[in-house]
């Protein structure tokens, strides 16, 4: 504690964490380790792929590249501190530790958050308007639809942290969660946080709906424009291009919704922990598995940098 003038003041939380019996934190030590080294290698070898081979330079593959990015930093910002913390008997973190993880832990899930509306965007483009794709989505377009989702995220995450981490913090210091999440976070606050939370519930609102709804509308759109093509081969070419897009889509929105949108009466620290880890450490997970595996162009670029040569190439996604 660092003494104010009336009260003291916070200098360090205490990351409750899971559990505080050792062998399950030995145990989860494993678990998360190997979720975190698939996570960082799974997409770093996608963007080396992206990089490496000329025929995956095109605006799907760089979307691609952009999110396996964006999943390596997002569980980085997280799991190793979390893997530190099974070990040892301290679990502190910083005010200021606590004050940048909350920022880029926002950051780069809002960014996320709104990429997925760019990713929806592009397969909206590449089956209503397939002959138009290239011209359409250029790589000036490409990237300012990157930075501009970039932007968004960290600029919105940087007011959440800001209201957040402003709030006086005079008394307990001990966040029943294994990372600086906004709400967890602030339930700690020595001072009324209806006004705040009402304002980050708007925010929230924003952030999320808005996303969601663009990414719905864009879909329905899809949808109308593969029910006209008249054979059925062609209808599921069609759908599995948007299959993966759709699936990470979900793993990643319906607990985010969850945590961030819910009403503060039902607030349990306990099973936030939990759903936090869909969209912190298991969609970073999920998201190579799920578009290398059903993509073809991903397979051929592995196999030819492995030096199996080249194989048939076939659909993207």
Not at 66 to 73: A, E, Q, V
């Amino acid at each position: 504690m660092i003494p104010g003038q009336n009260q003291s003041w916070v200098s360090e939380f205490i990351l409750i964490g899971f559990s505080s019996d050792p062998t399950t934190n030995s145990i989860l030590f494993i678990v998360f380790l190997l979720i975190y080294l698939s996570s960082v290698l799974g997409n770093g070898l996608i963007i080396l792929l992206v990089c490496l081979d000329t025929q995956l330079h095109t605006p799907m593959y760089f979307f691609l590249s952009t999110l396996s990015l964006l999943d390596m930093t997002f569980v980085t910002t997280t799991m190793p501190q979390m893997l530190v913390h099974l070990l040892t008997h301290s679990q502190t973190i910083s005010f200021a530790g606590c004050w940048l993880q909350m920022f880029m832990f926002g950051g780069l899930g809002i960014t996320e958050c709104t990429f997925f509306v760019v990713m929806a965007y592009d397969r909206y483009v590449a089956i209503c308007y397939p002959l138009h794709y290239t011209v359409i989505l250029n790589w000036g377009l490409c990237i300012r639809l990157a930075a501009g989702s970039w932007i968004c995220g960290f600029f919105s995450s940087l007011l959440h942290t800001f209201f957040t981490m402003s709030l006086p913090y005079c008394g307990p210091n001990r966040v029943n969660h294994y990372l600086c999440e906004g709400p967890s976070v602030r339930s700690l606050a020595c001072m009324d946080t209806h006004i705040i939370e009402m304002v980050d519930l708007v925010l929230s609102v924003l952030l999320f709906v808005t996303p969601i709804s663009l990414i719905v509308a864009s879909y329905i759109r899809i949808a109308m424009a593969i029910l006209k093509i008249k054979s059925t081969e062609g209808r599921c070419k069609a759908f599995s291009t948007c299959a993966s897009h759709l699936t990470v889509v979900t793993f990643f929105y319906a607990p985010a919704t969850y945590t961030y949108l819910r009403p503060n009466s039902s607030y349990s620290p306990e099973k936030d922990k939990q759903i936090s880890l869909f969209y912190s450490a298991f969609t970073p997970l999920l998201n190579p598995v799920v578009y290398s595996l059903r993509n073809k162009d991903i397979k051929r670029a592995f196999l030819k940098v492995m030096g199996y040569g080249r194989c048939a190439s076939g659909p993207g996604w």
